[in-house]
């Protein structure tokens, strides 16, 4: 059961203390509707709020309002992938709530970067056309740099302590769910409760090159020019229910066939990150990658 200090802390001071900070194509939105499923944890009205790094600590009243503050959860959370990309982002949080939790999921570094790969696409980032080997061509700081770990999570680390900082994997969480769910639930100290969503669902898959069309001419319109329309939809179960289904139907993103310089390429590109991911002793992941076909997240 969670401790006294907890409740009353979060009571006195009606701060988040509970922050998802990474990793982008990383399970993050599986973890957000994990949580948000808690009896006693409320995360906030929409996943992502990107506060810290750009409002923070202006317009802090509005930032809480995306949280029910009045009631007496143990924990209000919110999750932004990006969070982990800016180190200043660490010392944002710690100076906000010095006794806030973090958690933060990683994935494979070349799985990872190719999961984002496909979703550019899917968001109209990307052309269809490109390969791979095209793209790693050209500048490719930003989709790389989100798989360096090594550059950014140390500064997390170096400010909040084992008990308030919980790392794991993607591939870890993937293959024992309901483990993964009670070591959230005994880093937490909540009450423990069954695994709230199915298993094998994914919150924010990727798809095929016919989804991502369909996709591109119905949801990224809505999302560019009317984001709190898009905001109302993704609150819509039906919406997300509707997603999935035609994700059933028009199926998931298949990876295109590396050449083994490119393979190469990458597992170079990642050979600190792995290494970094090693001293942590993070299971589930392993040089070199390529593991499976297709991204579900």
Same mark, same amino acid.
């Given at each position: 059961?969670?401790?006294?200090?907890?409740?009353?802390?979060?009571?006195?001071?009606?701060?988040?203390?509970?922050?998802?900070?990474?990793?982008?194509?990383?399970?993050?939105?599986?973890?957000?509707?994990? %949580?948000?499923?808690?009896?006693?944890?409320?995360?906030?009205?929409?996943?992502?709020?990107?506060?810290?790094?750009?409002?923070?600590?202006?317009?802090?009243?509005?930032?809480?309002?995306?949280?029910?503050?009045?009631?007496?959860?143990?924990?209000?959370?919110?999750?932004?992938?990006?969070?982990?990309?800016?180190?200043?982002?660490?010392?944002?949080?710690?100076?906000?709530?010095?006794?806030?939790?973090?958690?933060?999921?990683?994935?494979?570094?070349?799985?990872?970067?190719?999961?984002?790969?496909?979703?550019?696409?899917?968001?109209?980032?990307?052309?269809?056309?490109?390969?791979?080997?095209?793209?790693?061509?050209?500048?490719? /700081?930003?989709?790389?740099?989100?798989?360096?770990? *090594?550059?950014?999570?140390?500064?997390?680390?170096?400010?909040?302590?084992?008990?308030? %900082?919980?790392?794991?994997?993607?591939?870890?969480?993937?293959?024992?769910?309901?483990?993964?769910?009670?070591?959230?639930?005994?880093?937490?100290?909540?009450?423990?409760?069954?695994?709230?969503?199915?298993?094998?669902?994914?919150?924010?898959?990727?798809?095929?090159?016919?989804?991502? /069309?369909?996709? /591109?001419?119905?949801?990224?319109?809505?999302?560019?020019?009317?984001?709190?329309?898009? *905001?109302?939809?993704?609150?819509? /179960?039906?919406?997300?229910?509707?997603?999935?289904?035609?994700?059933?139907?028009?199926?998931?993103?298949?990876?295109?066939?590396?050449?083994? *310089?490119?393979?190469?390429?990458?597992?170079?590109?990642?050979?600190?990150?792995?290494?970094?991911?090693?001293?942590?002793?993070?299971?589930?992941?392993?040089?070199?990658?390529?593991?499976?076909?297709?991204?579900?997240?």
């Amino acid at each position: 059961m969670p401790s006294v200090n907890i409740v009353s802390n979060l009571i006195k001071n009606s701060r988040v203390n509970l922050f998802v900070v990474g990793v982008n194509k990383s399970g993050t939105s599986w973890l957000y509707h994990l %949580l948000k499923e808690h009896p006693q944890i409320n995360m906030s009205d929409r996943k992502e709020l990107y506060y810290f790094g750009q409002e923070y600590p202006d317009a802090i009243d509005e930032y809480h309002s995306h949280f029910d503050i009045n009631h007496k959860y143990l924990y209000f959370g919110e999750a932004t992938p990006i969070y982990y990309r800016d180190p200043e982002i660490a010392d944002q949080i710690k100076e906000y709530n010095p006794s806030a939790k973090l958690i933060v999921i990683v994935r494979d570094p070349i799985d990872r970067f190719l999961s984002q790969f496909y979703f550019q696409k899917q968001i109209g980032k990307i052309s269809e056309k490109t390969t791979v080997e095209q793209f790693l061509a050209g500048d490719t /700081r930003v989709l790389l740099s989100d798989s360096h770990y *090594e550059n950014t999570m140390p500064s997390f680390s170096r400010l909040f302590d084992s008990d308030q %900082l919980f790392v794991n994997s993607l591939e870890a969480a993937k293959s024992d769910p309901e483990a993964f769910w009670q070591n959230v639930i005994e880093f937490l100290e909540v009450e423990s409760i069954p695994l709230p969503l199915p298993r094998d669902r994914s919150e924010n898959p990727t798809g095929s090159k016919l989804f991502r /069309r369909i996709y /591109r001419a119905t949801i990224q319109p809505v999302k560019r020019r009317n984001y709190a329309l898009y *905001e109302a939809m993704l609150k819509k /179960r039906a919406l997300r229910w509707t997603k999935l289904v035609l994700l059933k139907l028009t199926g998931l993103a298949k990876k295109e066939e590396l050449s083994q *310089e490119i393979k190469q390429k990458l597992i170079n590109e990642f050979e600190s990150t792995y290494e970094y991911l090693k001293s942590l002793n993070i299971s589930g992941i392993s040089p070199p990658g390529f593991k499976t076909d297709e991204y579900k997240e």
